[in-house]
């Protein structure tokens, strides 16, 4: 079965850092597209970014672009996003998500396995 797990997240004040991690099972790294989303209280789910483990190409929306960054490590199939400057905006349920097609999108509904979410809250 395909899995993914987010962990990672956290309170953490205006202007700091996390890292999220998510943990992917039941499919084989370099053969999907791994997109990391969010969603807030009150709004709609929102791609944060996104990359193709084929070739590590990454896409990031503009709200993080700059501040957000994304790695990886083949080894442990486990796909990371480095949050920096955050800001009380940035708050939310951060998800990730698997392209199977290996497409990179910001597009949720491309997406066909989902982790549980990891909360970020970001205090002003």
């Known amino acids: 079965d395909v899995q993914l797990v987010e962990s990672g997240g956290a309170l953490v004040p205006a202007g700091g850092s996390l890292t999220l991690s998510c943990a992917a099972s039941?499919?084989?790294?370099?053969?999907?597209?791994i997109g990391w989303f969010r969603q807030a209280p009150g709004k709609e789910r929102e791609g944060v970014a996104c990359?193709?483990?084929?070739?590590?190409?990454?896409n990031y929306a503009d709200s993080v672009n700059g501040r957000f960054t994304l790695s990886s490590d083949s080894a442990k199939n486990t796909f990371y996003l480095h949050t920096n400057s955050l800001k009380p905006e940035d708050t939310a349920v951060y998800y990730c998500?698997?392209?199977?097609?290996?497409?990179?999108?910001?597009?949720?509904?491309?997406?066909?396995?989902w982790g549980q979410g990891t909360p970020v809250t970001v205090s002003s």
């Open positions: 039941g499919f084989t790294y370099g053969d999907y597209a």
């Open positions: 998500a698997a392209d199977l097609t290996g497409w990179c999108t910001l597009k949720d509904y491309d997406y066909d396995a």
């Open positions: 990359i193709d483990s084929t070739d590590g190409s990454t």
